[in-house]
């Protein structure tokens, strides 16, 4: 039972590695980082709309008559941080942003003119920021020191808000994946326990991969700095998740549309010489309507959407929680 335990973790965590990747590939077409930052940046600033403080998953980036917000992106400071052309940063660092809001705030930089645009205590610059220069006492340095200390408290909000997005869009991609490949948890249950041989080569495998992933996370490199990937990154990314869903597949796991009693005709009947249909791995009509009859079966049931749903749920967690798993259930083997 442990070892089959195993066996299931494994196909979880290639499956989870299939979902970030596909996950990792629509962040990146759709800049959320970049785009939940500045929501972040609005809300600070009092340019984030009362209704959207509570947005959807996928609703959230359409903000008008931001233009504080707007100017301060428009900084060469913070322009620059994305090469021309793309998407708004998906990282800016405390002292990049205050020094960028103090000059595109006053104009000139001066304290003076700083403190005249946060005079009116009523606008929502003026509560946030009026406060904070007050207590600064007339030093700049200060009160950039106490932006950047409530910058980081909104980044840590956006975070936030970033992860539960990003859990959600997992859990559709998860689930679409689970139905597309037909990734049925309740299924590969019982699959591996009629099969022993399989599920002592799943661990084998398992053992090699744990250390690899150990290595690689290792050399991992989490700077958000370096989180903004160009194009042609994207595509080799796109091949590669490609190529691991090939091999996922390929691998002899339970997983996967069986269509049981049918066969392709170039299979079932021994044509002529010169026959069309030699070797063509063409189905009849009749053939197709059994696939078909099939498909629908499978689909009707509720067992397998719950085997489906239990699928898409391990997606969610990430190929590292299954991973640390294994290593654990392989620690508890050894003893």
């Not at 690899?212 to 991992?220: H, I, M, P, R, T």
């Not at 009693?261 to 009849?284: C, F, R």
Request: a neutral charge; aromatic letters at 10%; charged letters at 20%.
């Amino acid at each position: 039972m442990l070892e089959i335990i195993i066996a299931i973790f494994l196909i979880y965590a290639l499956f989870a590695g299939l979902v970030s990747g596909i996950n990792e590939l629509v962040i990146q077409w759709f800049s959320l980082r970049g785009k939940v930052l500045f929501e972040g940046i609005a809300m600070m600033l009092g340019e984030l709309p009362k209704k959207t403080h509570k947005p959807g998953i996928l609703k959230p980036f359409f903000i008008k008559n931001a233009k504080v917000s707007e100017d301060l992106y428009n900084h060469p400071l913070i322009d620059s941080l994305s090469p021309a052309g793309c998407s708004r940063p998906s990282y800016i660092s405390p002292q990049i942003f205050s020094a960028a809001l103090v000059q595109v705030l006053s104009k000139d930089g001066s304290l003076t003119a700083l403190r005249q645009r946060l005079d009116d205590r009523n606008a929502p610059l003026g509560k946030l920021l009026g406060p904070m220069l007050d207590e600064a006492s007339g030093d700049l340095e200060k009160f950039k020191v106490e932006v950047e200390a409530h910058f980081n408290a909104v980044t840590d909000r956006v975070n936030g808000w970033f992860k539960r997005r990003t859990q959600f869009v997992m859990f559709f991609i998860g689930l679409l994946l689970a139905i597309l490949l037909n990734v049925d948890s309740i299924y590969i249950v019982q699959q591996l326990e009629k099969n022993p041989a399989q599920v002592q080569e799943l661990v084998k495998i398992a053992g090699d991969v744990k250390e690899k992933v150990a290595v690689a996370e290792a050399s991992k490199s989490n700077d958000p700095t370096k989180q903004n990937k160009a194009f042609e990154e994207i595509v080799n990314n796109q091949d590669q998740l490609m190529e691991e869903m090939n091999k996922f597949m390929s691998m002899g796991l339970p997983v996967g549309w069986y269509l049981p009693n049918i066969k392709p005709v170039s299979e079932q009947h021994t044509p002529k010489a010169g026959s069309l249909k030699e070797d063509s791995g063409q189905l009849s009509k009749k053939e197709y309507e059994l696939m078909l009859v099939h498909i629908g079966h499978q689909l009707s049931s509720p067992m397998k959407w719950l085997g489906w749903f239990i699928t898409a749920l391990a997606g969610t967690l990430g190929a590292p929680f299954w991973f640390d798993a294994i290593s654990k259930l392989f620690a508890i083997r050894g003893v």
